[in-house]
């Protein structure tokens, strides 16, 4: 399998994804607030762009997973430094968090707990779908 291949074409139907979720959240706050047209250009066009950009790395590093020789704990911990990198990047360009380095800090420690709640999930569910096949294995002896 080409995993670059694959990763361009998760990410160009991660862009289309990603700038119509921003559109969608656009809409809803420009109703509940009522913005009445008048958004700065600057604005709109950042707010694509970094959408644009998220969506692409969103679908672009779910292909780590298909690689079969790497264990699960490889993946997810590239997925991790890819979108981890991604998001802060993106998070501090769109202004979505406060200055400082308390807002930062909460930030990455939460994306950390998330990880590491998937992980732990993850490790869960095989050992015991682990059980359940080897007991399906021993009846069958």
């Given at each position: 399998?080409?995993?670059?291949?694959?990763?361009?074409?998760?990410?160009?139907?991660?862009?289309?994804?990603?700038?119509?979720?921003?559109?969608?959240?656009?809409?809803?706050?420009?109703y509940a607030y009522g913005i009445d047209g008048n958004v700065p250009?600057?604005?709109?066009?950042?707010?694509?762009?970094?959408?644009?950009?998220?969506?692409?790395?969103?679908?672009?590093?779910?292909?780590?997973?298909?690689?079969?020789?790497?264990?699960?704990?490889?993946?997810?911990?590239?997925?991790?430094?890819?979108?981890?990198?991604?998001?802060?990047?993106?998070?501090?360009?769109?202004?979505?968090?406060?200055?400082?380095?308390?807002?930062?800090?909460?930030?990455?420690?939460?994306?950390?707990?998330?990880?590491?709640?998937?992980?732990?999930?993850?490790?869960?569910?095989?050992?015991?779908?682990?059980?359940?096949?080897?007991?399906?294995?021993?009846?069958?002896?």
């Amino acid at each position: 399998m080409n995993y670059f291949k694959e990763a361009l074409k998760r990410g160009a139907l991660g862009i289309t994804v990603g700038t119509f979720i921003w559109q969608v959240i656009f809409c809803i706050e420009a109703y509940a607030y009522g913005i009445d047209g008048n958004v700065p250009e600057r604005m709109v066009v950042d707010g694509l762009f970094i959408a644009g950009v998220l969506g692409f790395f969103m679908s672009a590093a779910s292909v780590v997973f298909k690689v079969e020789w790497w264990s699960e704990l490889k993946k997810l911990v590239i997925h991790f430094v890819i979108l981890g990198g991604v998001f802060s990047i993106a998070s501090i360009l769109g202004k979505w968090m406060p200055e400082g380095v308390g807002p930062k800090i909460g930030y990455a420690a939460i994306f950390v707990l998330i990880y590491v709640c998937i992980w732990i999930s993850f490790r869960v569910y095989w050992k015991a779908r682990i059980r359940e096949i080897n007991g399906k294995l021993e009846n069958k002896n």
